[in-house]
């Protein structure tokens, strides 16, 4: 059978018997031009202004929260119709399903409520009043309690999901929106758009444990499967964040969004679906190189994103025309690019893959094939060089082919500077080639994540480190390279100078005891350079510069910090 191409519209009726032919789609990597996204598989009438959008854990059923119409639409993910309408309190903003699909909880903003629905009777079963303007709400993995951010009240209110009761209120920031729960269960992330702020709550203890700032109107995140990094749009500044969980640090901040509102991410944590309000579009971004890869447009206003277990079909509720769109998930290689040597992990998403005997990356075969499903593939790339054309065979055919790229390994060339204080904090340059996918620079042992520059240019903050030279490392797709040393300069001390005064006209030698003075660069009598010799570490001979009558302080600076004279120098 004749491979299928992309383009071309369906294949040719196949005979009784046979099997379809696979199909993949690649993401573009940088400074490849973007194919066009796959079209909308089906648009969905549902009530007046839907919000949210949630999935039922056997990917059966997606529930959209009418604000307008005081409802809330269930959707055959099979048949993509509205099989039910469920009646709720006035103006429905944020739903969440229980672990067990049983039941799905629905936040009323209008009328200060969080609503309990029986999902198999398709009915409200209990109400929680005096919520305080409730927004975004969610449910802890075990199920038993409820999380839910209550606006007006300014709290974070805590329902027992067994007796549908209130246990406790959290306080948090001005305006809080959003909220999701870690997938451990550890952590809730608190998103206050007065405050352009997001409360970490540990969820055990019911206390704010750390706040993050530096936000602009932060909307709808998501958080990775393995609970290690936060995707946070912000809706005021056109960008989302990446912030490292564990120490609240930014990793990345992605433009190219227009009035971003929500973000939702596949359950292999490879891709993230990015709603945008300014543009109504759906960007999709390789969550590995924090990269766009896809665009989905021709919505209408794209509130809530939500994605089916299977990865197979993105469900966007259109806040502008009250419809839901379902677009067909982005399948392809992932990652698409690796080392020379080979050996990458690489997760192949498409379909009819069913029965696939082989997975070429060019002429080479790949290693530990293992099918997973008929969507699914994982294997082990073999080595190779640029670009090259993987293409999977089944008893169906071989797939159009699509593309990988072999990425060299990096090399070094500068690192400047070369030292700072113990403390960190010095930005450093690095230089060098195929330095664009760098993830990490290792200083000794600690890392820490540079800023990509250019494919030659990294720069980035030093960690603190022990006083001495350790080795740094660059870490990119294509391997690792070693930068040099870098070394850590321990802060000067200053016990003692003489003499200790000296004429207004200057040109007394003062020395200057004290230890770490060998990488002294620059010496100061109140705020006036001197000229200075390093003798040893432990002596500097300083030539005192001409100064009004009167005593000033003497500092001496180095990589490593500075020191004042315990003393002052006395002008006459």
Known sequence: MPALQPGTGPPPPLAAGHAPPPRLRAPAPAGVPRSAAPPPVVTVPVGNGPVSVVISPDGGRAYVTDYGSSAVSVLSTVTKAVTATIPVAPGPWGAAVSPDGRRLYVASLGAGTVSTIDTAANAVIGTVEDMGNPVELAVTPDGARLFVACQSRNAVRVIDTAGNTVTAEIPVGIGPRTILITPDGDRAYVGEEAANTISVIDTAAGTVVRELTGFRFPRSSAVTPDGRRLFVPNYGGNTVDVLDTATGTVLASIPGFWLPFAVALTGDGLLAYVSCNGDSTVRVVDTGSYRVIADHAGLNVPYGVAITPDQQSVYVANNGDSTVTVLAGLTGLHPYQGPTGGGTRVTLLGTHLTGATAVHFGPRPATEVVVVSDHEITLVTPAGHGVVDVTVTTPGGTSAPMPFYYLPPPRVSGLSPASGPVAGGTTVTLTGTSLA????????????????????????????????????????????????????????????????????????????????????????????????????????????????????????????????????????
């Open 437 to 572: 996918t760098a993830c990490t620079v290792g200083f000794g042992g600690a890392a820490v994540t540079p800023v990509v520059l250019s494919d030659s240019v990294l720069t980035m903050t030093a960690p603190p480190g022990p006083a001495g030279g350790v080795p740094v490392t660059v870490t990119t797709i294509g391997g690792v390279a070693e930068g040099g040393t870098y070394t850590y300069v321990g802060p000067p001390a200053l016990n003692a100078l003489t003499p200790t005064a000296g004429s207004r006209a200057g040109g007394t030698v003062v020395a200057l005891l004290g230890s770490g003075l060998a990488r002294t660069t620059e010496v100061l009598f109140d705020a006036t350079p001197a000229a200075f010799t390093a003798v040893t570490d432990s002596l500097l001979q300083a030539v005192a510069p001409a100064h009004a009558p009167g005593a000033v302080p003497v500092t001496v600076t180095s990589a490593g910090g500075s020191a004042i004279a315990p003393r002052p120098y006395t002008y006459t």
